[in-house]
């Protein structure tokens, strides 16, 4: 049997092998080269309708909306005290008691002065007038008369300050030993005992002995909200909020006011806005941490599309390539009139854009012009490769009243190719957005199209 053989530097090889060995080297390039080019796996999703809302988030805590610090109004040692915490109270009630020894001691010593300074006025009194009767014989001259008369004037000064001091003492002994209560309310706060000694409230040394809440049924929520969502915040709007005390119950709140005064900390600047909370059913505590959701917009039965498909861009496709399918979707819909005005206004842009990028090649500038700028017609946009774009629509983005350019988003058309459709874009949560038909589609026809939401490899 004759076997044909190949002679390579001196070795005999197989014919045979050499023409496997080459089959299975080119089979090898082969899948290389077709993994490199990589097969791309879509992933979808559809259009629906739901509701949807715009908020504001923050963080703030619980207060009564009225707190009263009681200081007390004379110095002294606390001698009982009538009320603890939690304890409900009324205007007027006795919170606390105040040592009174040495003020019935100095009461005792001020009626012996008045007692005193009375008996010195009548007795000048009645001098006086008998000044007068011989003043009237002038048997006494007008300076003794004015002498007299000054000195009864004295007398009566020193009796009214003796009486006066009098009263000073009775006062504190009457009524500012008894520490009482200014509201009606509930004791939040107890910061004395028995025995305690407390400085009058004129004292820069005195603190506060009590802290009383006027009403735990309604409280209110103290927040920051940042300058840049301060605008959005209004008096009556709805608040959603919940509780890491309570966690899965959701409450509900209205602004009350804000404070136009900012806050500002580490160069952030923030309001302080005031919600007012129903708690007749006393679940909610003051001190309790808020997060805090202001709903500034609310749609309901609305077309909506996850923000991912807003973000879409297919890899395959060059910049180029997006733009014109872009600026050809943007002519649906469109006048003939319409449509010859915007593919002379495109033509008349690309020829500029192209002047322009001989001009850099020339001078040595490398760059990028995309046809057709960031559309290619009026009023659409296709984003640049690399850029990421939320799909959020915001407000303070565009002029007030003014439509924001519509968006595409791709899909697999009958014939299996990619497709877009032009859309306009609403208000979004952060994670969807609101979808309105652009020129040349309807409502009906978004209503459960399934678009592209990603690509992989």
């Given amino acids: 049997m004759t076997m044909n053989t190949l002679n390579i530097s001196g070795a005999l090889i197989p014919l045979t092998l050499c023409v496997l060995l080459f089959t299975v080297g080119c089979g090898l ?7 490199g080019k990589g097969v791309a796996t879509y992933e979808y999703t559809t259009i ?5 809302e715009k908020t504001v988030s923050s963080s703030g805590s619980l207060k009564p909306v009225s707190t009263v610090h009681v200081l007390p109004r004379m110095s002294g040692k606390v001698e009982r005290i009538h009320v603890d915490y939690n304890d409900t109270i009324h205007k007027g009630d006795i919170l606390a008691e105040l040592n009174t020894d040495m003020l019935r001691l100095q009461r005792e010593q001020q009626l012996a002065a008045v007692v005193k300074t009375r008996a010195n006025y009548e007795l000048q009194l009645i001098n006086y007038r008998n000044q007068e009767r011989l003043a009237e014989k002038n048997l006494i001259s007008e300076y003794e008369l004015k002498t007299g008369k000054t000195t009864l004037d004295i007398q009566a000064a020193e009796l009214s300050a003796a009486e006066a001091s009098l009263r000073v003492i009775e006062t504190e002994i009457n009524q500012y030993a008894f520490i009482t209560s200014p509201i009606n309310g509930i004791v939040l706060e107890r910061n004395i005992n028995e025995g305690d000694t407390v400085v009058d409230s004129s004292s ?11 009403n735990l049924d309604e409280m209110q929520i103290e927040t920051g909200v940042g300058e840049l969502d301060i605008a959005s915040i209004r008096e009556g709007q709805m608040v959603r909020f919940t509780l890491e005390a309570l966690p899965g119950k959701i409450f509900s709140g209205v602004v009350a006011s804000k404070r136009l005064m900012p806050v ?10 005031i919600i007012t909370v129903d708690n007749r059913d006393g679940s909610l505590l003051p001190g309790m941490t808020c997060a805090v959701e202001f709903i500034e917009e609310q749609r ?36 003939e009139e ?23 090649s020339t001078n040595g500038i490398a760059g990028l012009v995309m046809p057709g700028g960031r559309g290619g017609f ?5 984003p640049q490769r690399g850029t990421q774009n939320s799909g959020v629509s915001n407000a303070r983005s565009s002029p007030q009243g003014a439509a924001l350019p ?24 952060g994670s969807s957005t609101e979808l309105r038909a652009a020129r040349g589609s309807t409502d009906a026809e978004l209503e459960g199209r399934r678009i592209i939401l990603r690509e992989r490899l």
């Fill in 406 to 429: 519509p968006r595409p988003l791709w899909f697999i058309n009958d014939e299996g190719k990619l497709d877009i459709i032009l859309v306009q874009t609403g208000i979004s949560n």
């Fill in 29 to 35: 390039r082969t899948g290389a080269a077709g993994a």
């Fill in 48 to 52: 629906t309708r739901g509701t949807i």
């Fill in 378 to 382: 009026p009023g659409a946009g296709a």
């Fill in 204 to 214: 820069s040394n005195s603190a506060s002995i009590f802290t009383l809440a006027e």
């Fill in 300 to 335: 309901e039965n609305i077309l909506l599309v996850p923000n991912a498909a807003l973000r879409y861009q297919p890899v395959q496709l060059s910049t180029e390539a997006v733009a014109d399918m872009v600026f050809n979707a943007g002519l649906r819909g469109m006048s």
């Fill in 338 to 360: 319409q449509r010859q005005s915007a593919l002379a206004a495109r033509a008349k842009q690309q020829t500029s854009q192209t002047t322009r990028t001989q001009t850099t």
């Fill in 264 to 273: 500002i900390a580490d160069n952030v600047v923030s309001y302080t806005v």
